[in-house]
């Protein structure tokens, strides 16, 4: 299988990582610990090398613990440390009432990463984003802190989670950024514009929520009843009748190149943005082996030049309603 690399930071990850939030966080009540565990492992076994969590990625329990997202991840690829690139986040917390909280103080960052690491069963991380921008803290504060953290041997490279050309430009400045991770799908192209800073400075971009949540694998629809208030799905605006009506021509579109690359619509999804550009790698979740595997698979599909083309033209007259607080037409 061919390999990607993480920009400057020249990490070399499998095409397609496994994003492992849903497993506690965001897509229905946590999974058991032991089931997330074997999850994880299955996934390394069948060829992914890039694993991406997050401190701030847990979940209530049936018994009113938490899950953490970092523990079932960290417990998954002990033993493996030297085969695997494990990225994970700070900055961000969820709180009771209060939604979600930004905190990149030096402080802050100091104290997530040594509980990332613990939680992670590990002495560094290959890859630490901030996860949200912090309006109250400079970017090249946060580089600054990075940098130590670099420097100490904590962490490997470091990157930045939805963040725009001036943001990225200051902090790359002070030390330098291998990767952007922005949401990223056919129904969310509203990063596009930054791609030329991305090649200019040697960023690659990780791709969040390749397939606008789920919706552009056609496994799920607005009639789909997600798991109540731990599955975040509910109420997004692709998943309602409106959204599924304004995204059917391009779920037609995304059906006949399936059918013609004897793919599924997820690989399309997927293979559209790998055969994009050759530093962008996606990295979709699922809870399911057999979906992990047909995601990997998305990596041996080959769209022309011409078929890329084809689904951007469409996607340019189309205005496609998706979770994230932007119109997707350019």
């Known amino acids: 299988m061919n390999t990607r690399i993480l920009g400057k930071s020249g990490i070399e990850v499998s095409p397609v990582g496994m994003g492992c939030m ?3 966080h965001a897509s229905g009540d946590p999974m058991d610990d032991a089931d997330a565990v074997r999850v994880i492992r299955e996934a390394r076994e069948m060829g992914y090398t890039l694993f991406d969590t997050a401190e701030c990625y847990i979940g209530e329990r049936a018994d009113g613990s938490i899950a953490h997202n970092e523990d079932v991840v960290g417990a998954a690829l002990e033993g493996h440390r030297d085969e695997v690139v494990i990225a994970t986040k700070f900055g961000v917390a969820h709180t009771a009432g209060r939604g979600l909280v930004m905190d990149s103080s030096a402080a802050t960052v100091r104290a997530s990463i040594e509980m990332s690491l613990r939680r992670l069963r590990t002495d560094h991380v290959d890859l630490y984003y901030q996860h949200r921008i912090d309006p109250k803290v400079e970017p090249e504060e946060v580089a600054e802190t990075v940098a130590a953290l670099i420097a100490e041997g904590k962490v490997r490279a470091w ?5 725009d050309e001036g943001y990225l430009r200051r902090a790359n ?3 330098p950024v291998a990767v952007v991770q922005n949401r990223y799908s056919m129904m969310a192209r509203w990063h596009e514009p930054l791609f030329a800073a991305l090649e200019e400075l040697d960023v690659a971009l990780v791709a969040f929520s390749p397939m606008a949540n789920g919706f552009l694998t056609g496994v799920y629809s ?3 009843q997600f798991e109540g208030r731990q599955d975040f ?3 997004m605006p692709q ?3 409106a959204g599924e009506k304004a995204a059917a021509p391009l779920t037609a579109l995304v059906a006949e190149l399936a059918a013609a690359h004897d793919a599924t619509p997820a690989q399309i999804s997927l293979a559209w943005m790998l055969c994009k550009k050759p530093w962008i790698v996606p990295i979709p979740g699922s809870r399911k082996v057999e979906r992990l595997r047909e995601n990997l698979d998305a990596a041996n599909v080959a769209l022309s030049a011409e078929e890329v083309a084809c689904v951007d033209a469409l996607l340019d007259t189309l205005e496609l309603p998706v979770f994230g607080g932007h119109a997707a037409a350019n």
Do not use: D, P
């Not at 990157?159 to 963040?163: A, K, L, N, R």
């Open 159 to 163: 990157g930045i989670s939805e963040t």
């Open 173 to 175: 400045a002070v030390c």
């Open 222 to 224: 607005s009639k789909t």
């Open 22 to 24: 849903g497993l506690t």
């Open 239 to 241: 998943y309602t009748g």
């Open 233 to 235: 799905r509910t109420g």
